[in-house]
C-alpha cells in the first residue's frame, strides 16, 4: 500500500476566481497554485524608483504600468505571474486584475524567488508574443540584466554602471537611481 498524496488540479476560472478575495497572492502555473512571499524593505525600494520612471514613459507613450499586484497571462504556459513591475501598450489589454499583452515585464530578484524568476518564469515570459524586454534586478550588487527580443530571438545586456536603456518605453535611467535609497 502507498501513501502517495493526489494534487488537485485548479483551473483558470477558479483560480482566477479564488485570487479575487484571497488574503495572500498566489501565482499560477498549469493548474498548480503557488503562495507569494513577502518582499524586503530594499525589495520594495528598488521597485518603488523603477515604478516611478516607468510610469511616467509609459504614459507619455500612451501605455500603462502596473507594480505587483496585478497578474501577467502567459496563454502558452498556461500561467498566471505576478510580476514586480509590467508595462502595456495595447489598447485592447483593459482586463481590471490581468495584463494580456505586455511590452515590458521586471522582476527583481531575491534569494526566495531568483532561481524561479530566472528559469521557469523568463522562459514563460519569452512565450509571450507582444513582449519586447525582461528586467531582472540583482538587490544586493547593482547588476540588471535586460534580455530584449531581437526578432524570433531574446539577446541579454548586463548592466552594472552607467544607464538602463529601456528600449520598449523609450527610457534612460541611471542606475544609481535605480538603487537610491
Given at each position: ?21 484571497a ?72 482586463d ?67 544607464d ?18
Amino acid at each position: 500500500m502507498t501513501n502517495a498524496l493526489r494534487k488537485l488540479w485548479i483551473s483558470p476560472e477558479d483560480y482566477l476566481s479564488a485570487e479575487r478575495v484571497a488574503e495572500v497572492r498566489h501565482e499560477y502555473v498549469d493548474g498548480e497554485v503557488f503562495a507569494m512571499v513577502g518582499a524586503s524593505r530594499r525589495h520594495a525600494a528598488i521597485v518603488g524608483n523603477l515604478f516611478v520612471a516607468v510610469r511616467q514613459a509609459a504614459r507619455a507613450r500612451g501605455c500603462s504600468a502596473y507594480t505587483n499586484d496585478v497578474k501577467v497571462r502567459v496563454e502558452a504556459a498556461n500561467a498566471y505571474y505576478y510580476p514586480d513591475l509590467v508595462a502595456t501598450c495595447h489598447p485592447g489589454d483593459d482586463d481590471p486584475y490581468v495584463v494580456h499583452a505586455p511590452v515590458l515585464i521586471v522582476e527583481v530578484l531575491s534569494d526566495s524567488t531568483e532561481a524561479v524568476d530566472r528559469r521557469e518564469k523568463r522562459a514563460n515570459y519569452q512565450k509571450i508574443p507582444s513582449l519586447r524586454e525582461i528586467v531582472l534586478v540583482a538587490q544586493d550588487d547593482r547588476r540588471v540584466e535586460i534580455y530584449r527580443r531581437d526578432g524570433a530571438h531574446w539577446a541579454a545586456d548586463i548592466v552594472t554602471e552607467g544607464d538602463v536603456i529601456l528600449t520598449s518605453l523609450d527610457l534612460s535611467l541611471p542606475l544609481a537611481a535605480l538603487y537610491e535609497d
